[in-house]
């Protein structure tokens, strides 16, 4: 059973335009969100994260909204650059506990 | 530069062959992490430890072992044990509980190929 659900495989973005990735959850235990973006043959980098007592947090280019209510999130990257091109993946924790629980990932192509 | 290395980046099995993937970090976390990444998949949890001489089983633990006896090393090994270990494994630490906003660091990650 998923608990942490990417529904979107991929995603293509123009140049300069937004891209949102979309993010759902189900277990309301879950108190804490990532997002990492990783490079084919690499591992993950953190990206930006946002507690369940906030609804949006922002970060240069990346903001994430969460709606707790909806159990879901999601990252939107403005304006999207070719550099942005990777997979993306949600993650999310529990209160307490020191496991991540990871999304399949949406890899985002961004088109010059 | 502070972070998490392992070696090898690349690694081929015979079946029926143990295999050990090597993880050093000095960061100076206490905690530590074994990920399996498999093509459309998300990262799956395989043992993590918290602090040394301690680690517990994730969601996928079977076949693997690891050990701690060191802060700053975390070797995994795959054990002829588990049915299908061709996939790329990612290490990664993280502060102690405490700290712990669930950011984790991660390696370069290994793919281990079994022949």
């Known amino acids: 059973d998923q608990q942490v659900k990417q529904n979107s495989p991929s995603l293509s973005v123009q140049e300069g335009r937004i891209s949102i990735l979309n993010c759902d959850y189900t277990?309301?235990?879950?108190?804490?969100f990532l997002w990492y973006k990783k490079y084919p043959a690499e591992g993950p980098t953190f990206l930006i994260s946002?507690?369940?007592?906030?609804d949006k947090n922002e970060d240069g280019r990346f903001t994430v909204f969460l709606n707790k209510s909806a159990k879901h999130l999601s990252l939107h990257i403005v304006p999207s650059q070719p550099g942005d091109s990777a997979v993306y993946f949600c993650a999310a924790k529990g209160a307490g506990s020191y496991q991540l629980t990871f999304g399949k990932g949406t890899k985002l192509s961004v088109i010059p | 530069d502070g972070g998490i290395t392992q070696s090898p980046k690349y690694l081929f099995r015979k079946e029926g062959q143990n295999v050990t993937l090597s993880c050093e970090q000095n960061l100076n976390h206490d905690a530590m992490y074994w990920y399996r990444q498999d093509p459309g998949q998300g990262l799956r949890l395989i043992y993590y430890s918290q602090i040394v001489n301690d680690f517990q089983k994730g969601d996928i633990a079977e076949g693997y072992s690891v050990s701690r006896e060191k802060k700053e090393s975390f070797p995994l090994t795959v054990t002829s044990a588990q049915k299908n270990p061709t996939a790329f494994y990612l290490c990664?630490?993280?502060?102690?509980?405490?700290?712990?906003?669930?950011?984790?660091?991660f390696g370069e990650g290994s793919r281990l190929t079994v022949l």
């Open positions: 990664a630490s993280s502060r102690a509980f405490s700290g712990n906003t669930g950011e984790l660091f």
């Open positions: 277990n309301s235990m879950f108190d804490y």
């Open positions: 946002i507690s369940s007592i906030k």
